[in-house]
Nanobody
C-alpha cells in the first residue's frame, strides 16, 4: 500500500515561488508514475506534471511549462514540485498521486494512490 503526504502549500503573491513536497511510503517500483494534480473550486481536477520513475521522463501541462519543475529524490522517497512565477490562476488544492503503470500521465483515473492535498493560494 502506497501512502502519500503533501506539504509546502501556502499563500504567496503573484510572481512568487513555492515548493511542494510529497513524502511517499510503501513500495514504489520503477514502473510507477508520480504526479501532481490540482483542483480549483468549481473546476475539474487537472494534471500539472508527472515523472516516470524508470527513465526520469517528465511531463507538464501547457499552462505550467517553463514555470513549474517536477523532481524526485528516490533515496528519500520524496517528490517535489517547484513552482515559480505563480499566477492567481494557479490557486488550487494540489494533490500528489502515484500510478502503478505510467499509461497516461494526464489522466487522473490512471492514478490509484492520492495524498490529502495541500492548498496553494496566489494573491494578485
Amino acid at each position: 500500500q502506497v501512502q502519500l503526504v503533501e506539504s509546502g502549500g501556502g499563500t504567496v503573491q503573484a510572481g512568487g515561488s513555492l515548493r511542494l513536497s510529497c513524502a511517499a511510503s510503501g513500495y514504489i517500483s520503477s514502473n510507477y508514475c508520480l504526479g501532481w494534480f490540482r483542483q480549483a473550486p468549481g473546476k475539474e481536477r487537472e494534471a500539472v506534471a508527472s515523472i516516470y520513475i524508470a527513465f526520469g521522463s517528465t511531463y507538464y501541462a501547457d499552462s505550467v511549462k517553463g514555470r513549474f519543475t517536477i523532481s524526485k529524490d528516490s533515496a528519500k522517497n520524496l517528490l517535489y514540485l517547484q513552482m515559480n512565477g505563480l499566477k492567481p490562476d494557479d490557486t488550487a488544492m494540489y494533490y500528489c498521486a502515484a500510478a502503478r503503470v505510467c499509461r497516461n500521465w494526464a489522466d487522473a483515473g490512471s492514478f490509484g494512490y492520492w495524498g490529502q492535498g495541500t492548498q496553494v493560494t496566489v494573491s494578485s
